[in-house]
């Protein structure tokens, strides 16, 4: 990265090695980026995040508020080092944005870690989706249409959703699934702890319930 991007072809491997030594101290240290570091595309997406802002948040919240930011089509131009400029995402006129992504895929999110579930089947996906991108839509055709691009662009282009079995997908990881369902508490609903309702005291609602509070405590 370093010999192609900044053609510092003399220094590359000293400034690489100095970048690693950086990294690898923090993501040691702290549990909650060494537990999403065990993915590839996570350890890429931490890398770019390193090299382009100079240090890895120590708050889970602005973590992966930055690697969601990233994964909404900047880090596929960072990572491209012999290709032409890739367009950013879009789906009709619209940017796919961090917060496009939050509107359409919290609530799917919160309702996944509300059923303890997994993964969940593609036309089922899809279906949730075309129910939101008809509200503006309304042109039921035109929704069904995009909701199928928006599935694609995450899965093919972004990462964020990947097919973990024929017809089922799932989050690149636990985290981003909790870190939507956190969204969607923090920037689509009125009132994040009676929606909580007594998830809040449960075990596995744990990280939901924390990264809810930092993302409330940024506002």
């Known amino acids: 990265y370093e010999r192609e991007i900044n053609k ?4 590359a491997e000293t400034e690489a090695d100095k970048s690693l030594k950086k990294m690898m101290f923090v993501v040691k240290n702290d549990k909650n980026i060494f537990t999403i ?21 120590q708050d889970r919240g602005d973590l992966y508020a930055k690697c969601l930011r990233l994964l909404s089509g900047s880090w596929e131009k960072l990572r491209s080092l012999y290709e032409s400029e890739k367009p950013e995402f879009t789906l009709g006129n619209k940017k796919i944005t961090e917060d496009f992504i939050v ?3 919290g609530p799917i999110a919160f309702d996944m870690h509300e059923k303890a579930q997994p993964d969940i089947e593609y036309e089922v996906l899809k279906e949730e989706l075309t129910k939101k991108f008809d509200l503006r839509n309304k042109d039921l055709l035109l929704s069904k249409e995009q909701a199928g691009d928006f599935i694609q662009i995450m899965k093919e282009r972004s990462g964020i959703l990947q097919e973990v079995s024929p017809g089922r997908y799932g989050f690149i990881h636990l985290t981003f699934k909790e870190y939507l369902a956190a969204r969607n508490l923090t920037d ?14 449960k075990p596995e609602w744990k990280e939901v319930v924390l990264l809810t509070v930092t993302s409330l405590k940024r506002r």
């Open 188 to 201: 689509l609903s009125d009132d994040s702890i009676e929606k909580l309702g007594n998830n809040l005291f």
């Open 8 to 11: 510092r072809i003399e220094t």
């Open 37 to 57: 570091a065990t993915n590839p595309l996570m350890l890429t997406i931490l890398a770019l995040i390193e090299h382009e802002g100079g240090e890895l948040p």
């Open 103 to 105: 509107y359409y895929l």
